[in-house]
T-cell receptor, first 116, second 110 residues
């Protein structure tokens, strides 16, 4: 298996532009997570899907952020409009969630976003 | 307020020594705790999981302890090697999600 795939790996954009980050989870995994990592705040959970349904989006900073999972093999995280403070590394992770169980998460390589 | 803290941002040790990293938490009652390794420019990689009813877990040169009374987990790497140099993150489960510490950057000098 290729692992979790994210694209693009690097994105540089100007303030106000729309940014779309993409993720392909590991085949067979039923949970997908979007995280943001910065030096100041560390790794923060933005949103979590189970069986393609958003379960917890309390970490999404504001309405400028949105995430979708149209099928089991694809998810997007969109920022519109982007702002310089959104600059960070965004990770997608997937796991095989069992009810009440402890599941390790498999992380993608991340997308480094720079908003000028 | 809820907090998960890793005791130091950086730890420097000599090759062959045992590295000990600390993870403390407050106002959580996690059913389990996980440790991840993160190399520069890459995503975290899962290392070990320890449940609340387990005192200790081992995997090769790695050992994790979990003290729910002290609200603390210790992560040990014995016979450390320069290849062990990385950032190590602890994570605990809260309300179905994993909450991560900010990590400790370990440097093992030859």
């Amino acid at each position: 298996d290729a692992g979790v795939i994210q694209s693009p790996r690097h994105e540089v954009t100007e303030m106000g532009q729309e940014v779309t980050l993409r993720c392909k989870p590991i085949s067979g995994h039923n949970s997908l997570f979007w995280y943001r990592q910065t030096m100041m705040r560390g790794l923060e959970l933005l949103i979590y899907f189970n069986n393609n349904v958003p379960i917890d989006d309390s970490g999404m900073p504001e309405d400028r952020f949105s995430a979708k999972m149209p099928n089991a093999s694809f998810s997007t995280l969109k920022i519109q409009p982007s702002e310089p403070r959104d600059s960070a590394v965004y990770f997608c992770a997937s796991s095989s969630h069992t009810s009440g169980g402890a599941s390790e998460q498999f992380f993608g390589p991340g997308t480094r976003l720079t908003v000028l | 307020s809820q907090k998960i803290e890793q005791n130091s941002e950086a730890l420097n040790i000599q090759e062959g020594k045992t590295a000990t990293l600390t993870c403390n938490y407050t106002n959580y009652s996690p059913a389990y705790l996980q440790w991840y390794r993160q190399d520069p420019g890459r995503g975290p990689v899962f290392l070990l999981l320890i449940r609340e009813n387990e005192k200790e877990k081992r995997k090769e040169r790695l050992k994790v302890t979990f003290d729910t009374t002290l609200k603390q987990s210790l992560f040990h790497i014995t016979a450390s090697q320069p290849a062990d140099s990385a950032t190590y993150l602890c994570a605990l489960r809260s309300q179905g999600n994993l909450i991560f510490g900010k990590g400790t950057k370990l440097s093992v000098k030859p």
